[in-house]
């Protein structure tokens, strides 16, 4: 099937998924209905549906799941640089979100609902919603989106409309119109890591990163409204050039990584890509 896999294809796995995992929380909900403010419990139900889609993605794709899921080796310079661009692209992406929810406020009963959920009472709780959040939740989905279907695009498509078509699904399968612009503009991020790479591992990087800073807001007291605090000008401003550099550094440094250069070759020989220019 290598070679066939088509953007309706991707965005079909994509809703299979998602629906799978909404009817795995439901379930779950039915059967603990205590557990709704759960991090943990929601936690394990994803990896759960997660790994049941991966594994009947690797059978109509007929590849192992090292391949599969792009679990190549990665420059360590390459994984600390893109954790820090995943922190400091909460800027730009909270920016963004606050601009949505100024026109098209979130109900405060749903921002205090999940807000709540990622709230520790306890150092236990707040671990293992650390755990969850910035190191499970990443993985998974790294897996899923910058592993399966972006190598699974990848072997018919460009770099740039497997980007694109990859940031599309992981907003969707977010299923939140407020967040699917701050989503979009993160993936592809993530999208131009991975191609860079050659890996998925600077994207869990990333995406860990990013889902820390959110939480380090909320360990913090900051959020107690749901809503993150206002943002100076000049930290805005700071942020979003900080972001943009790191990005170009991460480019730089995975363009003149062999280990990079290695990787990348599995995404290129398939697709019949020319490596990046330098």
């Excluded at 889609?53 to 640089?81: D, H, M, N, Y």
């Excluded at 709230?119 to 671990?127: D, F, L, V």
């Excluded at 480019?251 to 280990?259: D, H, K, M, W, Y």
Aim: one cysteine or more.
């Amino acid at each position: 099937m290598q070679g066939s896999f088509s953007l309706r294809l991707a965005l079909s796995w994509t809703v299979l998924a998602t629906a799978a995992l909404w009817l795995g929380i439901a379930l779950v909900f039915l059967a603990f209905p205590h557990a709704a403010q759960s991090i943990v419990l929601l936690g394990a139900v994803q990896v759960a549906v997660y790994a049941l889609v991966l594994a009947l993605f690797a059978s109509a794709q007929g590849t192992g799941f090292s391949e599969l899921l792009a679990l190549r080796k990665a420059p360590i310079a390459v994984c600390i640089a893109a954790a820090a661009l995943g922190f400091m692209l909460q800027i730009p992406a909270t920016l963004l979100s606050n601009a949505i929810e100024h026109f098209f406020p979130t109900p405060a009963a749903v921002l205090a609902e999940r807000t709540a959920r990622i709230t520790p009472h306890s150092s236990m709780q707040a671990a293992a919603i650390f755990f969850v959040v910035a190191a499970l939740g990443p993985c998974v989905e790294e897996f899923f989106f910058r592993g399966a279907l972006f190598g699974a695009l990848r072997r018919g498509h460009g770099a740039v409309v497997t980007a694109v078509a990859v940031a599309t699904c992981f907003a969707l399968g977010h299923v939140d119109a407020r967040l699917f612009l701050p989503l979009f503009f993160t993936a592809l991020a993530l999208g131009e890591v991975r191609e860079l790479s050659g890996s998925v591992w600077p994207g869990v990087a990333l995406h860990g990163a990013f889902n820390a800073a959110t939480l380090g807001v909320v360990f913090a007291g900051a959020a107690t409204d749901g809503k993150p605090p206002p943002m100076p000008v000049l930290t805005a401003i700071l942020g979003c050039v900080t972001t943009a550099g790191l990005l170009f550094l991460v480019r730089r440094l995975a363009l003149s990584s062999r280990v990079a250069q290695n990787a990348r070759s599995s995404d290129q020989q398939s697709s019949g890509a020319q490596p990046p220019p330098p």
